[in-house]
Each structure stands twice: as C-alpha cells, then as structure tokens.
C-alpha cells in the first residue's frame, strides 16, 4: 500500500477519540480503503469480530472520502440524492432491501461507492432479493481479524499511557496471556485496572490485573 496513503489513515485516525494501529490482523482491509475509489466494484464489505475495529476504520475511511453515514432507515434518502461514497454500518440485517438494491444501482450508474461493515461476510446474511443477493455476495470482502500479541500489547500501552498508568512488560505480558482477545476487551480491561488501582490505591501490578480479570469474567477468554 501506498505509503502516504496509510500516514493518511493514520493522522485520520489519531484525529478522532482513538488511534487505529495497523497490524496483519487489519493489513488487508487498510489496503482495501485505501485503493478507493479504484474499487473493482460498487459495494465492497468489511466485516470481522465484534471489537475489532472494523467500525473505527470504516470512519476512518468516511472521513477521507466524504461518504454519508447511512443506517436502515435512510436508505430511501439516500436514493433520491445518492451521495458520491456511503457507508452502512451495520450492514446486516440490511433494513429496506429494495431500497438498498436501488441506492447499489444509483451509486454503480454514477460512478460510486458503498462501504457495507458487518460481522460476517455477505454470503452468511440473509438477503431476501435474489439480485440485492447475488450484487452483495458478488462484492469484494475482506475481513479484520482478532488482534495479534503484538498489536494487543502495543494497545493495552497506548491506552494505559492514555491514563497515565505506568504498568510493567510483566503486567502487558499477563494480560495478553489471559484476557479475552479484541480491542474493545483491551479497552475495557484498561478502565477496569484503573478503577481497581483507584479503589484500592496502589499500582498496577500482575496481582492486581489477575485480581481485575477475575472479577471482570466477561474480559477472560473462553476455556479459560
């Protein structure tokens, strides 16, 4: 990818309420945003596990490309004045499928395009409409993946630094080992050491972390 494309998503991205951290788990769909509008297709669809940032970066993307943030309920809206990119997110359940098949139809005459962001691809969404089906199953897909070792810990830094919490490799590593792998989780496990190192006013340490996991049950992975 570009470089200047990429530092562009990047300065995009520290813009807002949080940073996007490209890693391999996201190489793909940054690559993918970033080669719009030379897009193959009128829809392309992003999707991945709930937390892994797929939302964040198909803002990033909204912002660069002007695109108006669609939801069901504006789809015929964006029919009679079908704007130049869009994004619907979520995508599924898709709301108003004629309207939806018409809005793909406008954006493919004019030369524009649709961001679709859904947890799973388009093959696995229920589509009611044979040809709304065989558009958006036709489109590129591309996913984003569970957070990497590396891309986790660089995350929990970043957001414990964010907090001015100083925290060991040991406290990163023990985390990474034993939470629930997504970048919401991340975030949630960062806010709930910070409220355990307020409440009982001492550092961040690994017993406290282990502490925090333990009563935080929703942040361990599952099997332990």
Known sequence: MPEQLLLGFEHRAASGSEDFMPAPCNRDA?????RWPDWPAPALVLYGPPGSGKSHLARIWAARSGAGLLDPTTLIEAVLEP???????PAAP???????????NRLHEQGGHLLLVARQPAAAWRIGLPDLASR???????AI????DALLAALLVKLFDDRQLRVSDGVIGYLVR????????????VEALDRHSLRDRRGVTVALARAAL???????????
Request: aromatic letters at 6%; glycine letters at 8%.
């Open 30 to 34: 940054l690559a993918w945003l970033a």
């Open 136 to 142: 958006l199953r036709a489109a590129p897909a591309v």
């Open 214 to 224: 333990e009563s935080e049950p929703d942040q361990q992975p599952e099997g332990g």
């Open 83 to 89: 704007p130049r990119a869009a994004l619907l997110d």
């Open 178 to 189: 034993h939470m629930e792998r997504s970048f919401a989780a991340a975030r949630a496990v």
């Open 145 to 148: 993946g569970a957070p990497d």
């Open 94 to 104: 898709l709301g108003d499928e004629v309207a939806l098949l018409q809005l793909y």
